[in-house]
């Protein structure tokens, strides 16, 4: 007799970990939405959201809050496909290496992280030392509490959850697909572009999904490289709740941005899925 | 097409293989491109240290299909690699026409392969596969796919452009593959294995259908292949290599009734491997004392021998023959294999290893039971004698 699908064990072997979630996910985000429709001065109704969607700042905050996570997951695929693409080539010790190297952000806290940027990118930092010393600026470059460094020292701490996503897809590529391209005359970019990059698509969904969730949450990197002049969606939620006790409008904010993140990721599957490297299993 | 400057290439366009006179390409609406001539010139290649191949020449005329004929490991698989441009060789060249290619990379030389496992990419259509080579050379849209449709018909796919590659069955999928390679018009072919991964039955089909298909095309095409019979059957030369050498490169008949080294000899169809001593030669050839009793008269010699020598004679086991008389080799059957149109025997003889002996059963070979003491008589003039190993 054959061995029940692994895949049809009962339900109830899942039901701890749906109780968790049930406890400790789902009815606090009711909670929250219970709470953002709390208004101003009582009663209940839409008006916290009417004044977030209608406040120019709150929305500036918001698109650039999404706008930062897109630019963190551009830097993150452009430095990491060509990254995953020669890890996965390579074999033996170098893969190994470059794993590491990919992993170790992962496993240094996020403070000390952070701090690391700030002595690379800050005023007497090494970047502006290192240029100064060579005669090639004159006034230090600021890069430390502007967006440049931010998204770069978000771009390495997420880089992983590109790599790894994207190393599994590649690694499922048979290599005689390249040789076939290549054969049938089609140089490095074109193979690129018409088998390697369709193919690794479900892995670069992905990461690019996982990478833009990080980045646009990463609330310590964003207030510590961020300073106090760039304002984020949670700095701003953290601002509202806590420093103003404005709990309905944070309540009203997290939704919104929930809501938001929800359509951008919606908007990289069916990008996936309009190309048809996805479809193959 | 430019003429040939070397030598030997320079017959291929003077005689075509008798192949492409029977070829339908002029039916097919176009001029194929005759095919080109293929010399590998002191080939030898080694991956660090360890010789995968050593100056292996091959000269290979145009139109022509030419098996590379080993176990694995024996090199072949390298030497297509380095044909196809994805290994540069250590030493030698290879030149295809008139052009040393050596330089190129895999895509700029023109030469269509057919892979192991097909190679289809799983994300395109069967006719977008079947153009991908077409497109990647620049030519227009409609082009593509009046030539994809012209490919997939000549496979007999034509119904199937719109599918994709996981859809189809693996004789279809290989199918797809030999048109995908020559869409390009390639000056070479190369079949990597291609008959592998099918089952028995459809393997003669598709062996059939790529012969025809190689005749159509007039392509000169290297077959890798550790499969004697498919290698014996279509080749028009075969190439045997053992251990990273050329052992013989001639036709399969040659091969099979000439081999000139005793690995052909046991690689090539089956052989019975018995030790004896070389006596001398007359006027019938080389006259060989078994071991275990008996004389036999070889054919020549492939290399000289010196007289009293220990040799190893390589009987197939259809230049045996039971007989009822007291001459020949004296045997006891061990097992009797009756295999449709043949019988097998079996024969303990002395020490050694049992002698195989096949007989047509129609011309009387009757099976005999274990036990049965029987007398074995040699074709004279077949066998090959070989230098014993020391």
């Not at chain 1, 072997?13 to 219970?34: D, E, K």
């Not at chain 1, 959850?161 to 690694?171: D, K, R």
């Not at chain 2, 090199?75 to 052009?99: H, N």
Request: proline letters at 6%; aromatic letters at 6%.
């Amino acid at each position: 007799m054959a061995l029940p699908d692994v895949t049809t064990y009962p339900l109830r072997l899942a039901s701890p970990l749906a109780l968790f979630f049930g406890a400790f996910f789902a009815a606090p985000l009711v909670a929250l939405l219970a709470l953002s429709l709390r208004g101003a001065e009582g009663g209940f109704g839409l008006s916290q959201y009417a004044a977030f969607l209608s406040d120019g700042f709150s929305l500036g905050v918001l698109l650039g809050t999404l706008w930062l996570g897109l630019k963190v997951t551009a830097a993150c695929l452009v430095l990491g496909l060509p990254l995953a693409l020669v890890a996965t080539r390579a074999g033996g010790w170098v893969r190994g290496l470059i794993i590491l190297a990919v992993l170790t952000p992962l496993l240094t806290s996020v403070v000390i992280r952070t701090f690391a940027w700030i002595v690379i990118l800050g005023r007497q930092g090494v970047i502006n030392s290192l240029l100064s010393s060579l005669g090639l600026i004159g006034t230090p470059l600021r890069m430390l509490y502007a967006e440049g460094g931010l998204v770069a020292a978000l771009a390495q701490v997420q880089m992983p959850l590109m790599v790894l996503p994207l190393m599994t897809a590649l690694s499922r590529i048979d290599p005689s697909l390249w040789d076939a391209s290549e054969a049938l005359g089609a140089g490095r970019w074109r193979t690129f572009f018409r088998v390697t990059l369709p193919l690794c698509l479900p892995g670069l969904i992905a990461g690019a999904v996982l990478t833009f969730a990080a980045a646009i949450s990463g609330f310590i990197t964003q207030s510590l490289i961020g300073g106090g002049q760039m304002l984020f969606m949670p700095g701003y939620i953290y601002q509202q709740a806590i420093a103003l006790q404005n709990w309905p409008f944070a309540a009203a904010m997290s939704v919104i941005f929930l809501v938001a993140v929800l359509a951008v990721v919606l908007a990289f599957n069916a990008l996936g899925r309009l190309a048809r490297g996805y479809a193959q299993t | 097409m430019p003429c040939s400057k070397i030598d030997a290439a320079g017959t291929a366009t003077v005689t075509p293989s008798g192949a492409r006179n029977q070829a339908q390409g002029q039916s097919h609406g176009r001029t194929q491109a005759e095919g080109r001539s293929v010399v590998l010139d002191g080939i030898t290649h080694r991956y660090g240290g360890a010789i995968a191949v050593e100056n292996v020449n091959l000269d290979i005329k145009g139109g022509e299909l030419v098996s590379l004929l080993g176990p694995s490991g024996c090199g072949k698989t390298t030497l297509l690699r380095i044909v196809a441009g994805f290994l540069r060789q250590s030493e030698g060249r290879v030149i295809v026409g008139d052009q040393i290619i050596d330089a190129l990379p895999p895509s700029r030389r023109a030469v269509g392969i057919v892979f192991q496992n097909y190679a289809l990419f799983p994300h395109l259509t069967v006719a977008e596969n079947v153009a991908y080579g077409l497109a990647a050379r620049g030519a227009p849209r409609t082009e593509q796919a009046a030539e994809a449709r012209r490919l997939l018909d000549l496979v007999q796919l034509g119904h199937a452009g719109a599918r994709y590659p996981r859809q189809l069955s693996g004789g279809q999928q290989q199918r797809v593959a030999l048109a995908r390679a020559l869409a390009i018009r390639p000056a070479v072919l190369l079949l990597d294995e291609p008959f592998a991964a099918l089952d028995k039955n459809l393997r003669l089909d598709m062996q059939i259908e790529v012969k025809r298909l190689q005749r159509v095309a007039g392509v000169t095409t290297l077959l890798v292949t550790h499969d004697q019979e498919e290698a014996l059957s279509l080749s028009d030369r075969v190439a045997v290599l053992s251990n990273g050498h050329l052992e013989q490169f001639a036709a399969p008949t040659t091969v099979y009734d000439a081999p000139e080294s005793l690995f052909v000899n046991t690689f090539v169809g089956s052989a019975n491997a018995v030790p004896g001593v070389l006596l001398g030669q007359d006027g019938d050839g080389p006259r060989i004392a078994l071991d275990a009793g008996g004389e036999v008269v070889a054919r020549p010699l492939a290399r000289p021998i010196a007289p009293g020598a220990r040799v190893t004679l390589c009987l197939r086991p259809e230049h045996l023959r039971l007989t009822e008389g007291q001459e020949g080799i004296a045997g006891i059957v061990e097992m009797a294999l009756p295999l449709g149109p043949t019988v097998v025997h079996e024969v303990r003889v002395g020490a050694g290893r049992p002698l195989k002996i096949a007989e047509p059963r129609l011309g009387g070979g009757s099976l005999r039971p274990p036990g049965t003491p029987v007398r074995i008589a040699v074709a004279p003039g077949l066998a090959s004698a070989f230098p014993a190993a020391a």
